[in-house]
């Protein structure tokens, strides 16, 4: 199986501030005492990569079962796996952007819940606003966008606790909302305007979420549920 947005994900590498605010994220969601973490639906492994060389002493699983992402695991930086059953006892399962891919995503919620060791965590970033779905969301093979409530109803339908769910990327809200309007094409990612957005837009973005707690809105929501 290949990865239909594989162009879309080394593009957004280079999206360094907001990349780190989400490993950022993680690491504050770590509760000191984990051995082994799981990303699930790692892509080219940058954030299990990144995870690993901050936390040497914690094993970084990358699950990622698109095979045209093989080579970016040659490193063995990571130990790359194909699916759920692959693994045991997990401490802490994050992932970013990857449950809106699965059409059946409450049987997916119930394997993680499953191969999480006991008080184990789930951390889900995921996008948000059904209204905000366009010619990207469906270029890159997104079943849905979620809402609030959705998300916490499916999250618990399978056992787990939600202990937060808020809204992250205030400004990505109304950024995604004008790509909606103007982008009819392809839903590709303009590199240059990216990093602009990058550089610019993320820091005051990240500010706002500050501010407003995450409760009035933004382009994604940051779950945490424990087991």
């Known amino acids: ?11 957004m590498e280079t999206a360094k501030n907001y990349n780190a605010y989400l490993l950022q994220m993680v690491c504050r969601s770590l509760c000191g005492h984990e051995r082994k ?5 790692a892509g080219t492994g940058v954030f ?24 970016m695991y040659c490193d063995k930086v990571v130990e790359k796996i194909s699916s759920l059953q692959e693994c045991e006892a997990i401490d802490l399962i994050y992932s970013f952007n990857v449950l809106e891919h699965i059409e059946d995503d409450v ?7 499953h191969v999480l060791s006991r008080k184990g965590k789930l951390c889900l970033f995921v996008p948000a606003f059904p209204c905000l779905y366009s010619a990207m969301d469906k270029k890159v093979g997104h079943y849905r966008r979620y809402t609030r409530k959705e998300l916490i109803a499916k999250v618990e339908s399978v056992g ?16 995604t909302l004008v790509y909606k309007w103007l982008n009819k094409g392809n839903g590709a990612i303009n590199p240059k305007l990216l990093k602009w957005y990058d550089k610019v837009i993320v820091p005051v973005s990240i500010l706002c979420d500050k ?5 009035i809105c933004g382009k994604n929501l940051w779950l945490e549920a424990e087991k």
């Not at 501010?211 to 409760?215: A, D, L, V």
């Open 1 to 11: 199986m290949d990865y239909a947005g594989k162009d879309n994900l080394d593009v």
């Open 37 to 41: 973490i799981l990303d699930f639906g």
């Open 48 to 71: 299990a990569k990144q995870l690993q060389r901050q936390k040497p002493d914690v094993k970084v699983i990358a699950l990622e079962p698109a095979d045209n992402l093989d080579a």
């Open 107 to 113: 049987a997916s919620l119930k394997e993680m819940y």
């Open 160 to 175: 787990f606790r939600v202990t937060c769910c808020v809204y992250k990327d205030f400004c990505g809200w109304f950024a």
């Open 211 to 215: 501010i407003t707690g995450g409760r």
